[in-house]
């Protein structure tokens, strides 16, 4: 099966700009993840939907970032505007469903240079 | 907040060596998963155990939980040069799938 795919792989902006992206989930999965991966330290979860619905974005920095899953399929987050500290690689994960317990599947990542 | 805490930070062993990495956490968890991630890639799941299981294999890799020390270990036997990678634990509190990732192991396998 295809994995979770994203794009761009790679992006560099400087602050105060706007960035989005994107994201496709595994066919059929109903849960859809966004992380924030800071350079030597693990994931940190951003926002998680279930379906079109938003079930955790505790953790999400809501001045700035913005995510959206329309459909329940693909899923795009965006930065408006952007920090030095927003520099990071941006994950996406899905699972088959988040309300019971399932081994998430993650893309590659975006890596967002902030200058 | 980071709920896992990875030991080491980092370690280098000799391939056809066996390769510890430990994770303590803070709170009660319903499962606790265990994810690699080779250099510049996404993560890929490793293994998960429950909270009422005390020791997991799938191939090489043996993970123990201990949740009265709240703490895993994930063993890599006989490893290659092929595993090196970062390993982070991940717990799940059973909220709906949400997973609260340590600040993983970095592993370097020489050949």
């Known amino acids: 099966e295809a994995g979770v795919a994203q794009s761009p792989r790679y992006k560099i902006i400087e602050k105060r700009q706007s960035v989005a992206f994107w994201c496709n989930p595994i066919?059929?999965?109903?849960?859809l993840y966004w992380y924030q991966q800071i350079l030597g330290q693990g994931p940190k979860l951003l926002i998680q939907f279930q379906n079109n619905g938003v079930v955790d974005d505790s953790q999400l920095p809501k001045d700035r970032f913005s995510a959206e899953r329309l459909k329940g399929v693909d899923s795009t987050l965006k930065i408006q505007p952007a920090k030095l500290e927003d520099s990071a690689v941006y994950l996406c994960a899905s699972s088959l469903d988040g309300t019971v317990t399932y081994e998430q599947y993650f893309g590659p990542g975006t890596r967002l240079t902030v200058t | 907040s980071q709920q896992g805490e990875e030991d080491p930070q980092a370690l280098s062993i000799q391939e056809g060596e066996n390769a510890t990495m430990n994770c303590s956490y803070k709170?009660?968890?319903?499962?606790l998963q265990w994810y690699r991630q080779n250099s510049g890639r996404g993560l890929v799941h490793l293994i998960l155990?429950?909270?009422?299981?005390r020791e997991k294999h799938s191939g090489r890799l043996r993970v123990t939980l201990d949740t009265s020390k709240k703490s895993s270990s994930l063993l890599i036997t006989a490893s290659r040069a092929a595993d090196t990678a970062s390993y982070f634990c991940a717990t799940d509190k059973g909220q709906g799938g949400k997973l609260i990732f340590g600040q993983g192991t970095e592993l370097s396998v020489k050949p």
């Open positions: 066919s059929g999965h109903a849960t």
């Open positions: 155990i429950r909270s009422n299981e």
């Open positions: 709170t009660s968890i319903n499962n």
